[in-house]
């Protein structure tokens, strides 16, 4: 099994930058993609940012030029650094996993973490 917890939300001017970090832990298991989404009240979940196996990332229109990714491995944690953060940034950021284990291959969320951006 997977566990993943989210670190780094908090509550930040407009122009601030936050980094968000998302650990896994557990044993048995391959990692296929790694990304963050977000939701904020009376909206849809949307994806934020996502990287393959292979490094290929993509972000939301909304987000290109001020997010990135980047990923240690070694620690299967995965990061995203967010600069220039605007009010509609706000919303509970949770990441996402995919991974194959012995069983299944299956998407593994962490409990999220909440960004607030004051104008």
């Known amino acids: 099994q997977v566990q993943l917890v989210e670190s780094g939300g908090g509550l930040v001017q407009a122009g601030g930058s936050l980094r968000l970090s998302c650990a896994a832990s557990g044993s048995g298991f391959e990692i296929y993609t790694m990304s963050w989404y977000r939701q904020a009240p009376g909206n849809q979940r949307e994806l934020v940012a996502g990287?393959?196996?292979?490094?290929?990332?993509n972000y939301a229109d909304s987000v290109k030029g001020r997010f990135t990714l980047s990923r240690d491995n070694a620690k299967n944690t995965l990061y995203l650094q967010m600069n220039s953060l605007k009010p509609d940034d706000t919303a509970v950021y949770s990441c996402?996993?995919?991974?194959?284990?012995?069983?299944?291959?299956?998407?593994?969320w962490g409990q999220g973490t909440q960004v607030t951006v004051s104008s």
């Open positions: 990287i393959t196996r292979i490094g290929s990332t």
């Open positions: 996402a996993f995919v991974c194959y284990t012995s069983r299944r291959v299956g998407t593994y």
